[in-house]
């Protein structure tokens, strides 16, 4: 029964997306270009979706095991929240909510299509063909609907790592919601090349779509990362594995892409640049989700087991020649015609931010893909891992991070040696003292003390800016403050996002430069320190669970006298697996101090434990939050914005020339 | 302001604690371990992984330089095992190609605002007063035009960029590979001869268990090299069936010369240690044309032709070739007992 909803529901789903492309293309040729078809199709679309998404979700609940999906990913013992999450635990089901969240944003950008505007109808189409592609290889490659004959009476439950922490279910579909956002500034983009579109109409249309999809990428990748680091074990939370490169790749150029086209929209230029960015953004989306899921990593000769990884394959090659085709031909169309006056200016500023954020995802990209083409052109086998990826990343990321803290000094246009002086000279003095504080208080590694300063400087700057700001208004100092950013909502939703980056450099810095680790073979009852703290093995803990045997160690953990905590370290046996995995113990002390236990082995009243220390790596998630806080501000902030001034005739120039 | 900068140069520059590197640590971070996902030895949990970073560990003890460790793993377990990319061969495509993109790159930011400029100065030189006011005037037609067309040659520019690094790329890793081969043949430990022909290399990763070896090939079934390793391992064991079946998937699967070659070489001694001197004597002798400098081969295939063939004239001709080139002492004195045994023979 349920088998059934779910597949007329997808098939409903593909019929709505290829009448979202006709109807758009007919709307497009016709002098009214009325956006109802294309309207009534989008939401038919999301209504099937909807459908086909709770089916799953209800056949997952109900232990449904009628249904293929459900059969080879779900188990009756799996708790409910894991029940849930497992909708997106494998390759059919994370299809099935892609195709769902893409339904969800083409409506909204459908719905904001009014008479006559052919730029949106454009960016209908385009989103219709997307989706076109995506429930296809929904119904076609992997119909996770599939009826099972004759009905087991229970599964084997999804991947074990999957169902383990509460992060896993949020991670995959805030990154879906990352991607997936970035169909629709792609879309305009495509449609503002087809129908030679000028100007900044579409980069500022897309901005909102763009700041909310970045947002939730940045999301994303920051719970991905905290989830690595508290279940993998490995002691760390990020590895440059391909899995988290896809992730991080798109990112950088939509970052790069949401700075160009502030430039764009400030100041006519870069227009042709921006649209090249957002095509790539989309098309290292795509890329993403062929390397994460056609196999093609673990083997360049695996990745045609499925139906899937060739039809990305395809996909991708289309996209990506397709659209910088368009661009090639069309590019000239869209470019901008005002000149660059200053490279020592903000516009000056954002190109070098531009030109490193490419040159990072290119390096990131061709490591990335070296191994896969290597092996797919001569047989030959190589590793790029994470040795290669920091050398490279770091100089890179510390001249982003310089021109981060410079940016939002330097003045639009062109300016004089003095002015700039005048506006650097305080948050730079700050930088200075945070560094001289930290170098005072005994540390000696010029890569953690540059940091502290440029982090100073951004904190700082972000102050003058308030306080200079708030210098010229009336009302008490909090109200001139909420007034100042409430005055240009998205340069400070910017601001906060910067400084979320300059808290997340801090926390990786710290948590590298000052890390320590032991292995210390613990006998019972009998402390061990290191770090300041104690360490006693005070005894196993067994446990057998569904698939699985828990071998553990209870690790008494304490500094001075004081007992802090008991910590247990794991190693996790599974029963179709050979390698077991570690559980590590984590625990965040007040100071903002993680000790990162695993377990390598125990033996009779003896367990030899791993204890890694890492200083502020806190900072690394909540930089992430906070980043992503800043983008979501700058995006659902500037909407209340033009709500006030629609209802209020405040002139909008009193309200501009805070950061000039 | 100039009190703090001067803490700070102070600080970073004085008493700064020699460093004593962990190499242990820095070589197994460096290292991938084989049956895990990308992790390197140094943060997988796994047994295999903590058995390497014994070997490590004692190679370090032993006085061996990192250079040195990273070729030994290689030789074991191919090029795939290092995570760092070496700087030669294919791979110093990926140390050279950031760079060209980085200066490519400021190269084209740089055209593009210094033709700008130009235009600014030519057009509307009023424009260039610092902190003008924000509206700026409409600029005339010719200098739309220009621009745009400013624009599409720094297009054509960075597109022309990205094709010619790719393609740069491609070229230079095809050009280069034959070089990594050489560099890795180099790099392999010579063949200790002081023991029984088909002894294989000298060292090998004597804590790590066949079976685990086993695991390793089956968790990678397309990495020749681990598998060449453990059929060098049963070979010195003696367990020919199980040498025999691995060596087998391996020729089926080497694509790499240096891969091809030792494959050949070892399938051809395992073939005539079968008892089919014919067939595994032409195996040498495929694999002695893919690196006719190996010694390892011309020493199997002199064995085969005294022993197997009784072509003792053939034996001779390879071991005195052999004698000509510089060797050690004891493999010297291998040879020539070999050589007399050959001549010794009726």
């Known amino acids: 029964m349920l088998a059934l909803i779910g597949t007329i529901a997808v098939f409903t789903g593909l019929a709505a997306a290829a009448a979202l492309v006709q109807q758009s293309m007919r709307a497009l040729r016709t002098d009214e270009a009325s956006p109802r078809g294309p309207r009534i199709a989008a939401f038919a679309m999301l209504a099937a979706?909807?459908?086909?998404?709770?089916?799953?979700?209800?056949?997952?609940?109900?232990?449904?095991?009628?249904?293929?999906?459900?059969?080879?990913?779900?188990?009756?013992?799996?708790?409910?929240?894991?029940?849930?999450?497992?909708?997106?635990?494998?390759?059919?089901?994370?299809?099935?909510?892609?195709?769902?969240?893409?339904?969800?944003?083409?409506?909204?950008?459908?719905?904001?299509?009014?008479?006559?505007?052919r730029l949106g109808l454009g960016a209908s189409a385009v989103m219709g063909g997307v989706a076109l592609f995506f429930i296809g290889l929904l119904a076609i490659g992997g119909n996770?609907?599939?009826?099972?004959?004759?009905?087991?009476?229970?599964?084997?439950?999804?991947?074990?790592?999957?169902?383990?922490?509460?992060?896993?279910?949020?991670?995959?579909?805030?990154?879906?919601l990352g991607y997936v956002g970035m169909t629709a500034p792609f879309a305009f983009a495509v449609a503002a090349l087809a129908l030679r579109e000028r100007g900044p109409a579409w980069v500022q249309r897309t901005r909102r779509w763009t700041l909310i999809a970045w947002s939730f990428l940045t999301a994303g990748i920051a719970v991905g990362a905290w989830w690595s680091y508290e279940v993998l074990g490995w002691g760390g939370y990020w590895a440059w594995d391909p899995v988290e490169n896809a992730s991080f790749l798109p990112w950088l150029l939509a970052t790069a892409y949401l700075h160009s086209a502030v430039v764009q929209a400030r100041r006519g230029l870069l227009g042709a640049w921006s649209v090249a960015l957002i095509l790539g953004t989309f098309s290292l989306t795509i890329l993403g989700t062929f390397l994460t899921?056609?196999?093609?990593?673990?083997?360049?000769?695996?990745?045609?087991?499925?139906?899937?990884?060739?039809?990305?394959?395809?996909?991708?090659?289309?996209?990506?020649?397709?659209?910088?085709?368009?661009?090639?031909?069309?590019?000239?169309?869209?470019?901008?015609?005002?000149?660059?006056?200053?490279?020592?200016?903000?516009?000056?500023?954002?190109?070098?931010?531009?030109?490193?954020?490419?040159?990072?995802?290119?390096?990131?990209?061709?490591?990335?893909?070296?191994?896969?083409?290597?092996?797919?052109?001569?047989?030959?086998?190589?590793?790029?891992?994470?040795?290669?990826?920091?050398?490279?990343?770091?100089?890179?990321?510390?001249?982003l991070l310089l021109a981060m803290g410079l940016g939002p000094l330097t003045p639009w246009r062109s300016t004089t040696r003095a002015a700039t002086w005048a506006r650097v000279r305080t948050p730079v003095m700050m930088g200075l003292v945070a560094g001289a504080v930290v170098v005072v208080a005994g540390i000696r590694s010029p890569y953690l003390v540059l940091v502290v300063f440029i982090v100073a400087v951004l904190i700082a700057e972000a102050g003058v800016l308030l306080a200079r700001g708030a210098a010229g208004r009336r009302g008490g100092r909090a109200q001139r403050m909420v007034d100042v950013v409430r005055a240009d909502p998205r340069f400070w939703g910017g601001q906060l996002a910067h400084i979320g980056i300059?808290?997340?450099?801090?926390?990786?810095?710290?948590?590298?430069?000052?890390?320590?680790?032991?292995?210390?073979?613990?006998?019972?009852?009998?402390?061990?320190?290191?770090?300041?703290?104690?360490?006693?093995?005070?005894?196993?803990?067994?446990?057998?669970?569904?698939?699985?045997?828990?071998?553990?160690?209870?690790?008494?953990?304490?500094?001075?006298?004081?007992?802090?905590?008991?910590?247990?370290?794991?190693?996790?046996?599974?029963?179709?697996?050979?390698?077991?995995?570690?559980?590590?113990?984590?625990?965040?002390?007040?100071?903002?101090?993680?000790?990162?236990?695993?377990?390598?082995?125990?033996?009779?009243?003896?367990?030899?434990?791993?204890?890694?220390?890492?200083?502020?790596?806190?900072?690394?998630?909540?930089?992430?939050?906070?980043?992503?806080?800043?983008?979501?501000?700058?995006?659902?902030?500037?909407?209340?914005?033009?709500?006030?001034?629609?209802?209020?005739?405040?002139?909008?120039?009193?309200?501009?020339?805070?950061?000039? | 302001m100039i009190a703090s900068a001067t803490v700070i140069v102070v600080g970073l520059t004085a008493d700064r604690a020699p460093a004593s590197p962990d190499r242990v640590a820095s070589i197994s971070a460096r290292l991938r371990c084989p049956v895990c996902q990308g992790e390197s030895i140094a943060d997988s949990p796994s047994g295999i992984a903590r058995e390497l970073q014994g070997v490590v560990r004692e190679q370090v003890a032993a006085g061996r330089s990192d250079a040195q460790i990273e070729a030994f793993f290689q030789q074991r377990y191919g090029g795939w095992v290092l995570l760092d990319p070496p700087r030669r061969g294919a791979t110093l495509v990926l140390w050279v190609l950031p760079v060209v993109a980085l200066a490519g790159g400021a190269a084209i930011v740089i055209s593009f605002w210094s033709s700008r400029r130009r235009l600014v100065e030519d057009a509307a030189p009023e424009v260039g007063d610092a902190n003008a006011v924000e509206d700026d005037p409409r600029p005339p037609d010719e200098l739309v035009l220009d621009a745009r067309r400013t624009a599409r040659r720094s297009l054509v520019g960075s597109t022309a960029l990205a094709l010619a690094c790719a393609a740069g790329a491609v070229a230079v890793s095809?050009?280069?590979?034959?070089?990594?081969?050489?560099?890795?043949?180099?790099?392999?430990?010579?063949?200790?001869?002081?023991?029984?022909?088909?002894?294989?290399?000298?060292?090998?990763?004597?804590?790590?268990?066949?079976?685990?070896?086993?695991?390793?090939?089956?968790?990678?079934?397309?990495?020749?090299?681990m598998r060449l390793a453990l059929v060098e391992r049963y070979l010195r064991k003696g367990e020919l069936e199980a040498a025999e079946r691995h060596a087998d998937v391996a020729l089926g699967l080497a694509a790499e010369p240096d891969d091809r070659q030792r494959a050949l070489q070892l399938s051809g001694w395992l073939t005539a240690l079968a008892g089919n001197p014919t067939e595994g004597a032409a195996l040498l002798t495929k694999s002695l044309q893919l690196d006719p400098n190996d010694l390892d081969t011309q020493w199997f295939?002199?064995?085969?032709?005294?022993?197997?063939?009784?072509?003792?004239?053939?034996?001779?001709?390879?071991?005195?070739?052999m004698l000509t080139r510089e060797l050690a002492p004891e493999k010297r004195t291998v040879i020539e007992a070999k050589l007399a045994e050959a001549r010794a023979t009726p």
């Open chain 1, 49 to 117: 979706m909807v459908v086909a998404f709770a089916t799953m979700e209800v056949a997952l609940v109900t232990d449904d095991f009628s249904i293929r999906y459900v059969a080879d990913q779900h188990a009756r013992a799996t708790p409910l929240l894991f029940s849930i999450a497992t909708a997106w635990a494998a390759l059919e089901g994370s299809l099935l909510l892609w195709a769902l969240i893409l339904a969800g944003f083409t409506a909204l950008v459908v719905r904001s299509v009014g008479d006559g505007d």
């Open chain 1, 144 to 176: 996770p609907f599939e009826a099972v004959s004759p009905v087991p009476p229970d599964g084997p439950g999804p991947n074990p790592l999957l169902q383990n922490h509460v992060l896993m279910a949020v991670h995959p579909p805030l990154l879906y």
């Open chain 1, 293 to 399: 899921r056609s196999g093609v990593i673990a083997s360049v000769h695996s990745f045609t087991q499925s139906p899937i990884g060739p039809a990305l394959l395809a996909f991708l090659v289309v996209v990506s020649v397709g659209s910088f085709g368009l661009f090639a031909v069309r590019a000239g169309d869209v470019s901008s015609i005002r000149p660059l006056e200053s490279l020592a200016s903000r516009e000056g500023v954002f190109l070098v931010n531009n030109l490193l954020l490419t040159v990072f995802t290119f390096t990131v990209l061709s490591g990335t893909l070296f191994p896969i083409i290597l092996e797919a052109v001569n047989g030959q086998e190589v590793s790029v891992g994470r040795p290669y990826f920091d050398r490279m990343a770091v100089p890179i990321a510390l001249a």
């Open chain 1, 502 to 660: 300059a808290v997340v450099a801090l926390g990786i810095a710290s948590s590298t430069v000052l890390a320590e680790k032991a292995v210390l073979r613990l006998d019972e009852g009998r402390p061990q320190s290191f770090g300041g703290y104690s360490f006693t093995y005070v005894g196993g803990v067994d446990r057998r669970e569904a698939g699985r045997t828990i071998e553990g160690a209870r690790v008494v953990v304490a500094r001075g006298d004081r007992v802090r905590r008991e910590l247990r370290p794991a190693l996790r046996k599974f029963d179709n697996q050979v390698q077991p995995i570690d559980t590590p113990a984590v625990w965040t002390s007040l100071t903002g101090e993680d000790l990162y236990l695993t377990m390598t082995t125990r033996e009779a009243g003896r367990a030899t434990i791993t204890v890694r220390r890492y200083p502020q790596v806190f900072l690394v998630w909540t930089g992430g939050g906070i980043c992503a806080l800043g983008g979501a501000f700058s995006a659902l902030a500037s909407r209340r914005r033009r709500r006030i001034e629609l209802d209020s005739d405040s002139p909008r120039a009193a309200a501009e020339p805070v950061h000039v």
């Open chain 2, 174 to 225: 095809a050009s280069l590979r034959g070089s990594g081969g050489e560099a890795r043949a180099a790099d392999r430990p010579t063949p200790s001869m002081t023991t029984a022909p088909g002894a294989g290399t000298g060292r090998d990763l004597s804590s790590v268990s066949e079976e685990e070896m086993e695991e390793v090939v089956s968790a990678n079934p397309q990495v020749v090299p």
């Open chain 2, 301 to 321: 295939l002199a064995n085969v032709r005294l022993t197997g063939l009784g072509d003792i004239a053939g034996a001779a001709s390879l071991l005195e070739g």
